[in-house]
């Protein structure tokens, strides 16, 4: 009997985490390069006069997305391995794309883009995956419109977004603004665009959301000030002002990425809870914008020491050393909550897998952004926990979980989200029974060599593709 070929598009992903044994060793090099450093250094090295040069970039789905723009914005970049040459166009030299620029599912891209597409003043539609057509835009839009950028968005503030030309005798109006919410996707919209306005923006943010742009910009030659203040309720809030550079000029980049935090994280929390684990992570990013998770698990009594300090390109890294840990909840203080949910936004998927192991309650609050990012990370988190036998809560702005019980396994979805394959992954890693992830390929968006690296050090971790059910 002839049997009929099973197209790519009929196979899914399966990723399958088997409980065994202790995780051992040291990963050099293997840690991808930062997402969110990726994104900018590719754009602004797009913006930029002359050739940069990016080692340890990030390539991924999401970090493809950004390069497919620039090429549609005529500027030219090759890969070789993980480091990547851009030749700058300059802010006013990116060509009109002659079609809508496809994000993909990654909201960084898009919103990136629109900060640099308004300093350029280049018509383009800014589109991407019926994921990221959901997300929040107005955010970005409102901002941009007070600044007289010319962009509509569809709907209540969607993508597509809609960009129209703006001559280059024609500046735009500096901002003074307040973020409603801590994004560094957005304040990195905003300064892109102050960059081609008519003096200094000043963006003031509740949470001190990750300062990369502001690092990246100022290394460029752009003069940016930004600082914390805390008020007496523990509160930070940040303000970053930004002079446009006047001529309008970015210096081309030489830097080697640190390792993404947000990916270590994956490998941090599979060492603490897998029993019998001692793990070497070299050279990871330590942003303190970032490491949140990090001071989080060590209240909760992690064994996470760090040493080998040093600075690269202007960011803080280190190697880390992590054993298996007895854990014990944590219930996020009231007050300073915001200041760190925001400098962890991106690890609260693993962070509840490290919950449900530790002894007792957990209770993350001010958490409601977590609705908002690849899947309502609150409500998509607690029903793939609660189907492997985690006694997790939803609540309006995070969740509860007792933990300590046993974590049974079994099988789950992925929402289309990597960071949540990913945290199930880790949970089966110590659970009582094998998890198996469904959709398991989008864990390539931002960690491709996931899987081989948590084998390297000794995790039963496989994939398989099967047909799809319809
Ligand atoms: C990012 C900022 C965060 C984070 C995302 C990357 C960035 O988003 O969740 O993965 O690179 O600026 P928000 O700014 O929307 O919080």
């Not at 789905?61 to 300059?90: C, I, N, P, R, Y």
């Amino acid at each position: 009997m002839k049997s009929t070929p099973v197209t790519l598009a009929e196979l899914e992903h399966l990723m399958v985490a088997v409980p065994g044994g202790p995780l051992l060793g040291t990963v050099k090099g293997n840690i991808p390069g930062d997402k969110s450093m990726s994104h900018r250094a590719a754009l602004f090295a797009g913006l930029a006069d002359g050739e940069s040069i990016i080692e340890n970039f990030l390539v991924s789905g999401v970090t493809q997305a950004m390069l497919d723009a620039l090429t549609d914005l005529g500027v030219k970049w090759s890969l070789d391995e993980t480091t990547l040459h851009v030749w700058g166009k300059g802010v006013r030299g990116l060509q009109p794309p002659e079609a809508p620029i496809n994000c993909g599912n990654s909201a960084t891209t898009l919103r990136l883009l629109a900060g640099a597409l308004a300093a350029a003043g280049v018509p383009a539609v800014l589109d991407g995956s019926a994921g990221l057509r959901s997300r929040p835009m107005k955010r970005i839009v409102e901002p941009l419109r007070k600044m007289n950028v010319p962009i509509e968005a569809t709907g209540d503030g969607l993508a597509p977004l809609k960009l129209v030309e703006r001559a280059e005798d024609e500046p735009l109006k500096p901002l003074n603004y307040t973020l409603p919410v801590a994004s560094a996707q957005v304040k990195s919209c905003l300064m892109l665009a102050a960059l081609a306005a008519d003096g200094s923006t000043t963006l003031r943010e509740p949470g001190p959301s990750r300062d990369h742009t502001e690092r990246m910009l100022s290394s460029m030659g752009v003069e940016v000030h930004w600082e914390e203040k805390q008020n007496a309720h523990q509160q930070v809030s940040t303000v970053t002002t930004l002079k446009a550079p006047n001529p309008l000029r970015l210096n081309p980049l030489q830097m080697s990425l640190p390792g993404d935090f947000s990916a270590a994280a994956f490998l941090i929390v599979a060492a603490l809870i897998t029993p019998g684990s001692n793990v070497v992570l070299q050279q990871v990013g330590l942003n303190p914008t970032r490491t949140g998770l990090l001071e989080v698990l060590i209240q909760m009594g992690a064994d996470i020491q760090v040493s080998n300090r040093s600075d690269q390109g202007g960011e803080p890294v280190g190697d880390l050393t992590i054993r298996c840990s007895k854990l014990k909840g944590f219930i996020f203080p009231p007050g300073s909550a915001a200041n760190l949910v925001v400098r962890m936004i991106d690890e609260f998927p693993v962070y509840a897998v490290a919950a449900a192991f530790a002894e007792g309650v957990t209770e993350v609050r001010d958490a409601g952004e977590l609705r908002l990012k690849e899947s309502d990370r609150i409500s998509a988190l607690v029903q793939e926990l609660l189907a492997i036998g985690v006694d997790i809560q939803e609540t309006r702005d995070g969740f509860v979980i007792r933990g300590g019980g046993a974590v049974r396994g079994g099988s789950v979805q992925a929402h289309g989200d990597h960071r949540l394959a990913m945290a199930l992954a880790v949970a089966g890693l110590a659970s009582q029974q094998a998890v198996t992830i469904h959709q398991a390929e989008v864990v390539s968006e931002s960690f491709p060599g996931f899987i081989p690296t948590l084998r390297a050090l000794g995790a039963n971790l496989s994939e398989a593709k099967i047909r799809r059910s319809v």
